[in-house]
């Protein structure tokens, strides 16, 4: 199955989405406005950053830049959630949640909601790809992840 934001089941947003007050992930959210997933690299030793910082934890350049990646990669690790956790989300339960290791971005790993039915079998492994949501309470779009394809239990066994 190819993702497509059609398809994709939308979740309302909650009182997180947005810039900090410091304005450190700005550009993660102006990324998202322009279409792109963006994560921060350094610019002097290579390494990928998130969540966003100031400076480099491996060699303490200031000011990593932000760079475009391609939203694609595999579950790392998951969690189907039956408890109302944030307050806007207790009508959408139950919901998955997946930690998403991007391999263009050197294995770095983002958080974020499946969008796609609350009783989807998933499993670590798993391809996805983000799709990036507009939800019409708030002026921010979201990352959401989806399957890109769909594989039989042998399959996956194969994978891990």
């Known amino acids: 199955m190819t993702p497509s934001a059609d398809l994709a089941r939308e979740f ?45 934890g491996r060699c303490q350049t200031f000011d990593p830049e932000w760079v475009a990646v391609e939203p694609v990669g595999r579950v790392f690790s998951w969690s189907r959630t039956w408890h109302p956790f944030i307050p806007e989300l207790a009508g959408e339960l139950p919901y998955v949640t997946v930690l998403v290791e991007l391999p263009h971005a050197g294995g770095r790993r983002v958080l974020g909601l499946l969008a796609e039915s609350s009783d989807t079998d998933i499993a670590i492994g798993d391809a996805v790809a983000g799709i990036i949501q507009q939800p019409s309470e708030t002026p921010w779009p979201l990352l959401r992840w989806q399957r890109v394809s769909t594989s039989t239990q042998t399959e996956r066994g194969a994978q891990r």
């Open 12 to 56: 309302p947003a909650t009182s997180l989405v947005g810039p900090s007050a410091d304005g450190l992930d700005l550009p993660y959210w102006e990324g998202l406005r322009a279409g792109e997933l963006r994560l921060q690299r350094c610019g002097e030793c290579d390494l990928w950053i998130w969540g966003p910082r100031w400076m480099c």
